[in-house]
């Protein structure tokens, strides 16, 4: 097993510190405490996000034929056990970024995740309902939306109205801060209730809530129609609509007597807020959207579900550039990084291309502010904080990532309409990104880690060749210099790939994971290959070669359709024979929603059609078992009849890649690969139609409406199209 050097301070990653710094006002010292102590370590985002982590020194290297020693759950401070995250897999999430609403059927207990937030900071953690004294008992909790949730529970109130109930409480939860109560009277006479709201709340922000130093419950004071909590950082009310009769400071209590006539109905509405925050207005809720309304149909009835809570899922993960507000970007998910992450926002954007391009020109807007200057050794790298890669190598560089994702997304958005202007605009950033990526290289075909002693990984050099190959393609288109030096690098990149990173072995092979800085090959086979068959989009239609030569292609989409791979829900983070594979591990075993759409793209692609029509239809069958709203990742277990997915009890959902790999998953079914530049589509559709009979409508192409329809028989159709728009298959 590889053994990397310690990460340096000269490192051009943020360390794990550093972002939670960023999410906290006060710096994240509660967090900070805890940091390298929490299980299942994950990317985090920045903002108003957080997430958990492990100490990032690599494991030490195993004798030959033993497993590596599996970790204590303890920490090596006083021996203190490990904190538990908060469970997000039994949580009804809603979200309208910056707002978010979290509960479990129905009362929010004041325990773990439960509450209503803005910016990070919880506003309510308790809102319990008493109706005549007596809770009433749940019967239903349901997502209504991606921004809110509706509850319903039901109360006998008389012994002599038999086993019926009588009243028929409804809850609707939003995620900017509200809640309606709606008593409705079921029974054939007048009632007379009581209805009691206990509210609490810590002011906590989510880092603290995550490393479990949340803090208890604040003295309420009586305020306007409600009652307010403040502490020395913050405060929040909450206000009463009709208000109260009673409002009791020091039980936080909200008490209405109510008048309900047969059959009749009373409404009590809450509204929490952030003093000083004014009236949330989350950016998925502008008049203007940036996606497209898309639909779906067909003879699979999951994809016109699949698809419309994937594009809702993307506008309420929607976050503007504070600086710049018609920028707007997508937070890489709810409820642990509900802030940028420069990798995931690029790739979800890039995703997003069917549904228009204002998107990716929002997002590549921000994140050239973010830049680091010419001046910098470290010009043109877009930073990023490090993401962990699991047991076999140390954390991954997603600035590097970024840097590598940004001229890619700037090229490929050409191709879909977005306008020569603004991509001229853009252009000095990718320059910049380039050079930065030729700088970093040096004479070498590799890119490796920027820390002392780093590996050159798969799917770096994946990010690095396509960077190059789409690159060179945009600069050749405004004129620009450099692209003969790009494209002859990747020629040399490509024959010392295709040399050094293919592992020989009784099966035909595998791609290595990584190579150490001696050149020995990490040879786990991970979901991070994936990568190898996005080559990127360049002009009529064509996709850049790939770093695999054809034979290699061939073994590596026989091992990702292999039931060591493919889970029968979809690609697993690691393969089920190699060492360490753990089904829960994010990196080491889960399916990851974002890789397997890549692999399913990605395979049809490069004509591996059963490959890739098996692990989307496991997609699919595991979205129907998460009511259509996919987590970024869940359980890696070998899928049998009548098994379901188990969910990972940390995973974000919704998920920025996750919401997009839907859209992308279900276009790679058509094969879209449009030219705006030469007025020109083509469409390489599937010809197996793993679903049979498929219409989309309301994407974007060259900035108009387009349709296609593949049929059963594999052909496709085009609906719809900008006038003038050449089409070819």
């Known amino acids: ?40 370590p994950r990317d985090l985002g920045s903002n108003s996000s957080t997430g958990h982590g492990r100490p990032l020194v690599p494991a ?43 509960s479990g059927e129905g009362q929010m207990s004041g325990r773990g995740l439960d509450g209503f937030y803005h910016g990070g900071r919880r506003l309510l953690s308790r809102c319990q309902v008493r109706v005549a004294g007596r809770e009433p008992l749940p019967v239903q909790a349901r997502m209504t939306g991606a921004d809110s949730a509706r509850f319903v529970g039901t109360l006998r109130t008389s012994p002599l109205s038999g086993p019926d109930p009588d009243v ?95 059959n009749g109905t009373a409404a009590v509405e809450l509204r929490a807020r952030l003093d000083g925050a004014g009236p949330l207005r989350p950016a998925g809720h502008a008049t203007t959207s940036p996606f ?38 997508l937070a890489a998910g709810a409820p642990w990084r509900c802030g940028m992450a420069p990798a995931e926002a690029l790739a979800a954007a890039r995703m997003t291309l069917p549904l228009g391009t204002r998107l990716a020109a929002g997002t590549l807007r921000a994140l050239a502010r973010t830049q680091i200057p010419d001046r910098s050794p470290r010009a043109g790298l877009i930073p990023g904080p490090r993401r962990d890669a699991g047991p076999f190598l140390p954390p991954s560089c997603t600035g590097t990532e970024a840097t590598l994702l940004f001229p890619v997304l700037l090229a490929e958005a050409r191709r879909w309409g977005l306008p020569e202007q603004e991509t001229r605009e853009l252009l000095p950033v990718a320059e910049r990104c380039l050079t930065w990526l030729r700088t970093t290289a040096g004479d070498g075909p590799y890119l490796h880690d920027p820390q002392p002693g780093g590996p050159a990984r798969c799917e770096t050099q994946a990010h690095a060749y396509r960077a190059a190959m789409l690159g060179a393609d945009l600069l050749d288109a405004f004129g620009r210099p450099g692209a003969t030096e790009l494209r ?38 991970g979901s991070t290959v994936v990568h190898l068959l996005d080559t990127g989009l360049l002009g009529s239609g064509r996709f850049a070669p790939g770093l695999l ?10 091992l990702l359709g292999a039931p060591a791979m493919d889970a029968g829900w979809g690609l697993r983070g690691l393969g089920a024979k190699e060492v ?51 987590p970024e990742m869940f359980a890696g277990e070998q899928r049998s009849s009548g098994s379901a997915p188990l969910p990972h009890p940390a995973a974000c959902r919704p998920a920025a890649t996750a919401a997009a790999s839907v859209i992308m998953v279900l276009t ?48 496709a159709m085009v609906e719809e199209a900008a006038d003038g728009l050449q089409l070819g298959v």
């Not at 908060?86 to 809603?94: D, E, F, G, R, V």
């Not at 008593?183 to 922000?205: F, W």
């Not at 639909?295 to 809570?309: F, K, S, Y």
């Not at 309420?316 to 970007?329: F, G, K, V």
């Open 292 to 329: 497209a309304p898309a639909l779906a149909t067909g003879d699979d009835a999951r994809v016109a579900p699949l698809l419309h809570t994937a594009v809702a899922d993307l506008q309420a993960l929607l976050l503007r550039d504070p600086a710049h507000p018609p920028d707007t970007h």
């Open 168 to 262: 028929v409480v409804e809850r609707t939860r939003r995620a900017e801060g509200t809640e309606r109560i709606t008593l409705r009277n079921a029974a054939v006479r007048p009632l007379r209730l009581s209805l009691e709201v206990s509210l609490g709340t810590d002011l906590a922000e989510l880092g603290a809530i995550a490393s479990g130093r949340a803090g208890p419950e604040l003295p309420a004071t009586v305020h306007d129609s409600g009652l307010r909590w403040a502490t020395a950082g913050a405060a929040a009310s909450v206000t009463a609509d009709p208000p109260p009769s009673d409002a009791l400071a020091s039980a936080g209590l909200l008490r209405w007597e109510l008048e309900l006539p047969p």
């Open 488 to 525: 002859q690098w990747a020629g040399f990149l490509q024959a010392a790939f295709r040399a050094d990173f293919w592992v020989e072995d009784h099966g035909g092979g595998r791609p290595a994971a990584a190579l150490a800085p001696d050149g020995r090959p990490v040879p786990h086979l």
């Open 1 to 40: 097993m590889y053994q990397p050097a310690p990460p340096s301070a000269a490192d051009d990653e943020r360390s794990p510190r550093d972002r939670y710094r960023r999410f906290l006002p006060d710096g994240g010292a509660a967090v900070r405490q805890v940091i390298g102590t929490l299980p299942s």
């Open 668 to 715: 790679s079914l058509a094969g879209i690969r449009p030219d705006t530049p030469a007025r020109a589509v083509t469409l390489r559709p599937v010809r197996s139609a793993p679903l049979g009979e498929l219409v989309l409508t309301g994407l974007r192409v060259a900035g108009a409406p387009f349709a296609v329809r593949i049929s059963r028989l594999g052909l």
């Open 60 to 102: 030490p290297a195993a004798a030959p034929g033993r497993r590596p020693a599996v970790p204590s759950a303890r920490t090596s401070q006083g021996n203190r056990p490990a904190p538990e995250l908060p469970p997000t897999h039994t949580a009804l999430i809603c979200v309208a970024l910056p707002g978010l609403a979290i």
């Open 549 to 558: 030569d054809p034979v290699q292609t061939e073994h590596l989409a026989r």
């Open 580 to 630: 360490g594979h753990n089904p829960f591990g994010h990196r080491t075993g889960a399916v990851r929603v974002h890789d397997t759409a890549l692999a399913v793209a990605g395979l049809a692609a490069a004509g591996y059609e059963k490959e890739a029509g098996g692990l989307l239809k496991g997609l699919l069958e595991a979205a129907d078992h998460f009511d259509h709203r996919l």
